[in-house]
């Protein structure tokens, strides 16, 4: 009965302990950041749903490049980076989930069973006669369960920080996809420049074979001097010479979108194909919109809550813990009676431990909790500011480039009309080769020009779309949490 009345209390104490339980520690609040009311940007550009154009997950379709598309599913699949992500993820659900493990109790057994031999020369306290030596058993099936009790929150405050950067891992996982797959297609896009201005530089030097033979037939006949000749040959070689050395930039690009996609770089080829693609039509939203769609922003405001629960989790080490502990079990000296009723054993109990003098640690402790969350909010609001730049950067650029293609074009026309001029003023007698040539190059130069800011314009547009988070959206991580079920429970 007596017994009966002590594990009424400890059970009674413990009951009390639960409902009474507090959580030191501040409570998660965001920090705030400084927000434009509006972005820096002039017509044709709006600021409505951003996401307009941007599917989902594969941003990248909104340039109708099928080439494009194949090398961003083989980066989802085959990136080593990504892949690395992946596993943080799932060491950080591991982590959650030893953490949510902590509330339930743990119960341990460790069987045994020996025998022994008591000698006949033992000491004479023994209870058994001296003059005998004697064998015996001891088989024993004992079971311990312990718990502590949450008294003042820092197993919530625990579970609340490894659920927090369990978010923040999977934020990270999805900005370095918007990474990955956002540097391929800027490296397919200056790819695709490449075979553009190759292939211009081609078609140039196809052009002037053909004027080089007119030339020389032309001094063959005493019509044309030799300067004219060696004019020719002169612009021929040194566009031949930039065909050359833009092979080279362009395998270089090639190596690159290999290790993107998984691919060792000797065995990746992509053909050459000049650029067809157009920048999709973007808006960029409100300013107070990019906080929710920017993966590395989350990453960094789940951050901030993982280092203020580590506040409460510090907080905590200031006041007392309870264990309750319990055993039970059987004990035999002849195992046929093990799990008789007079073979039971069992004890409860309950401790309360508690730091009188620790030298100042646990301040300390609390002060490096607290700077550390200062650093994380610092680090939030720094993340929030450049990606403004990153986005302001890209509409600026987007605006400039599109002017300047335009004006660019009207260059290239006005350089392919002079050429025109120019041979029929030669062909005439009007004018020396020299004219010529340099409408030759004139057009060579404009022509690389306007497809140097063809290819910026399509990287730019990269660029911006990463800049406002490739249609991903911070509520997808309220999905993200380990929770208790079951099977994981009683799981071994």
Known sequence: MRRTRQFSALAGLAVCALIG?????PKYQRATAPVPAKWDVAEPWRESAPKDGLAKGQWWSAFNDDDLGALEKQSLDANQTIKVAAARLEQARASAAVQIATQFPVLSTTPSTGRQRLSGNRPANSNLPVN?????????????????????????????AAQASYQASAADLENVRLVITAELAGDYFTLRQLDTELGILNRTVQNLKKGLQLVDSRHKGGVASGLDVAQEETLLN??????????????????AIAVLVGKPAPDFRLPSKELNAAPPSLAAGLPSDLLERRPDIAEAERQMAVANAQIGITRAAYFPSLN????GGWQAADIAKLFNVQSTVWGVGANVAE?????GS???????????YDASVAGYRDTVLNAFREVQ????????????????QQAVDSARRTLDIANSRYTGGLVSYLDVVN??????????ELAVIQGQELVTSVLLIKALGGGWDASSLSAVQVKSKLKDVVAP
């Open 393 to 408: 950067d890209g509409v600026t650029g987007l605006t400039v480039l599109e002017q300047a293609k335009q004006s660019q």
């Open 238 to 255: 040194t566009t031949e010479t930039q065909a050359i050395l833009l092979l080279q930039q362009r395998k270089q690009f090639e190596d």
């Open 324 to 327: 309750l502990l319990g055993n």
């Open 21 to 25: 339980g507090c959580t030191v520690g």
């Open 362 to 372: 646990r301040r300390a402790q609390v002060q490096f909790a607290k700077s550390g």
């Open 132 to 160: 005998s030596a004697v064998s015996q058993s001891n088989n024993i099936l004992p079971f311990t369960v312990g718990y502590e009790v949450d008294l003042f929150g820092r197993r919530r405050r625990s579970i609340e």
């Open 439 to 448: 409408a030759q190059q004139n057009l060579l130069n404009n022509e690389q």
């Open 355 to 359: 730091t009188i003098f620790s030298g």
